[in-house]
């Protein structure tokens, strides 16, 4: 059996992500196409533990590295316990955020540096790295008027905007580092023009 897929999505808070995973979903599910959704952080058990303690607006405090370390750990686990066994069964793996969303959020955004994120994920960049990346480029301003704001009661999404001004910039840096894997789909389309795109990217790239 052909080993799987592994697809990944990325934007800013607020960029459309879930809509074009939920449209994915939708047309997967219609063409009979085997495949799984999930999910960083998150994804299984531990990890989605895990992701309560990362995004609870209770845990503040928080400091930069313990925050890039659980995140890695989460990951480690999600690859063990979801992406790794569908992969293994030929199915299409779709995760929403993933080792991007380190870089551009701890090792931009917070400054920690490229080399220690990637060092503490070297398991996922070398083991997992995604056969296709797709990234909703919109940017936080855009992203939050859309949404309506920040969410409350999310840690990250409260950083402030100079934050995720940051965090957008690292995307970009990451997509221009990684050319060949990241694809940049114009999130200011309507939701439908956006998927057009998507689909006709994951076709091109053999994913479809």
């Known amino acids: 059996m052909a080993r799987g897929k592994f697809i990944t999505f990325e934007g800013c808070d607020g960029s459309g992500k879930s809509t ?3 449209l994915l979903s939708e047309y997967l599910t219609k063409e009979n196409v ?6 960083e952080p998150g994804g299984g058990k531990i990890s989605e533990a895990i992701r309560e303690i990362l995004l609870s607006g209770k845990n503040m405090e928080m400091t930069d590295e313990c ?3 659980l995140y890695a750990a989460a990951r480690v686990q999600h690859l063990h316990d979801r992406v790794e066994p ?3 069964e030929g199915k299409l793996v779709i995760c929403d955020r ?3 969303s380190s870089l551009a959020y701890q090792a931009y955004a917070r400054g920690l540096g490229e080399e220690f994120v990637s060092k503490i994920n070297a398991f996922a960049l070398e083991e997992y790295s995604p056969d296709v ?3 909703i480029d919109l940017t936080p301003e855009a992203a939050f008027l859309r949404k309506h704001g920040a969410d409350e009661n999310d840690r990250l999404e409260q950083a402030g905007m100079a934050f995720h001004k940051r965090v957008y910039e690292g995307y970009k840096a990451v997509a221009k580092a990684y050319p060949n894997r990241v694809v940049c789909v114009d999130g200011n389309q309507t939701p439908n023009e956006i998927f057009e795109e998507v689909l006709r990217v994951l076709k091109e790239r053999g994913c479809l």
């Open 67 to 69: 925050e890039a370390l």
């Open 86 to 88: 569908a992969l293994s």
């Open 98 to 100: 993933y080792v991007d």
């Open 20 to 22: 074009q995973l939920r």
């Open 34 to 39: 085997p495949h799984i959704f999930t999910r």
């Open 133 to 135: 990346t797709v990234f």
